[in-house]
């Protein structure tokens, strides 16, 4: 398992909760505890400094894979809500509520098209973030 993986799936995630929801120093290594994760005092401060350090490496993570995976999730979403608006609609006998889910679904083709329109940036932004990463690793 690499670095970022370890930092992703570890005990890294819960330290971010601990000091995201300003939890006192105690209350943090019960936490810990009870999600697996029996640390020292000392070893929850280096912890929560190397967090701090790795902001930068943590937002590339994020560019790199969360941001198109999170992209990809809402547009999947969003298509999956259009197509039960659409089912809804047929089903639907009232003419205003067929209006009013018209209405929705008209709303929901904004949110659709301005993903569509923003995919071509997403996937510019993540072969710059790859492209990065292989540079760096190179050197």
């Not at 280096?46 to 350090?53: G, H, I, N, S």
């Not at 547009?75 to 209405?103: C, G, S």
Request: aromatic letters at 10%; hydrophobic letters at 30%.
């Amino acid at each position: 398992m690499s670095r970022n993986e370890t930092k992703t799936t570890g005990i890294f995630p819960y330290i971010i909760e601990c000091m995201c929801l300003h939890i006192s120093e105690k209350d943090s290594l019960s936490y810990l505890t009870k999600k697996g994760f029996k640390i020292s005092r000392a070893e929850f401060y280096r912890l929560k400094k190397e967090v701090q350090e790795s902001t930068y490496e943590r937002l590339n993570l994020i560019a790199s894979k969360e941001y198109l995976t999170q992209h990809i999730e809402r547009l999947d979403t969003l298509r999956t809500i259009l197509n039960e608006m659409w089912a809804n609609y047929h089903k639907e006998t009232n003419p205003f509520k067929k209006v009013q889910i018209l209405e929705k679904i008209e709303e929901n083709q904004l949110y659709l098209s301005s993903y569509y329109d923003s995919t071509r940036y997403v996937l510019e932004q993540g072969a710059k973030v790859k492209q990065q990463e292989k540079q760096v690793e190179n050197k």
